[in-house]
């Protein structure tokens, strides 16, 4: 009976509840670590990365680092090299053209989607985020703002409880981002128009086309300012 205890207990080690749990756990915060440097243009477009090194930097293992980026390089958000090195993929006239336009036919439906779902203190709340968001465009905080222009939208979007407009929302921003950041940085801020209050006072007002308009103005001026730096850097034919 000891011989036969013995062989059955030879095959594959199972993980307990809690290891599977303690994983998951730090997959979640990898991917949050890595999505938030994304989002605030901590990935440098034309700059690569390790896996090992940004294992480090986060003070995880590579094994987790190498299940998220693998999942958001399938969402064409990063490259991952065969050599193990990661970077932002290039953003050219043809793929700038296809992510404004996405954003220009989901976004401004979700918004109105979520609009019956939004009360007047997500108004208020809404307001607090861009008055922050006012201070950061006044003193140049690239950064800070990208990271509210995000909180912003999508306390917004979120609110609509959509499974299927959402995620691809987001794998939008993920992709636009860190350019924006690289834009921000040569540009400045200043030039940006905050079309965020017209929005809030279409939610104030129950105004689906008014916070359609909103929605779609406030994508148009700020993928401008991306546009025009793509367009400008352009080589000639």
């Known amino acids: 009976m000891a011989m036969r205890r013995s062989a059955l207990s030879s095959g594959p080690e199972k993980r307990s509840p809690a290891t599977a749990s303690k994983r998951a756990s730090t997959r979640a915060q990898v991917d949050q670590a890595v999505r938030t440097r994304l989002l605030t243009g901590r990935f440098i477009p034309g700059k690569s990365v390790t896996i090992r090194g940004l294992a480090a ?4 293992s590579p094994m987790p680092v190498r299940e998220v980026l693998q999942r958001l390089s399938a969402e064409n958000v990063l490259e991952v090299k065969s050599n193990g090195r990661v970077q ?7 793929r700038f053209d296809e992510v404004l336009t996405a954003r220009l036919l989901l976004e401004p439906e979700l918004a109105v989607l979520a609009l019956p779902s939004l009360s007047a203190a997500d108004a208020d709340a809404l307001t607090e985020i861009d008055d922050d968001i006012d201070v950061r465009l006044s003193n140049g905080d690239a950064e800070s703002y990208l990271r509210l222009n995000h909180a912003f939208h999508f306390a917004m979007y979120r ?20 350019f924006m950041r690289t834009v921000y940085g040569r ?3 200043a030039n940006l128009v905050d079309q965020h209050k017209a929005a809030i006072a279409a939610i104030r007002d129950g105004n689906a086309s008014a916070l359609r308009a909103a929605i779609r103005a406030d994508i148009q001026d700020g993928m401008g300012l991306l546009g025009r730096e793509i367009l400008s850097s352009k080589p000639p034919a």
């Open 187 to 189: 540009v400045g801020t």
């Open 159 to 178: 609110a609509s409880g959509s499974e299927v407009l959402l995620p691809l929302i987001d794998s939008l921003w993920l992709q636009f981002s860190p």
């Open 57 to 60: 930097d986060l003070g995880v």
């Open 88 to 94: 932002v993929p290039s953003m050219t006239p043809a």
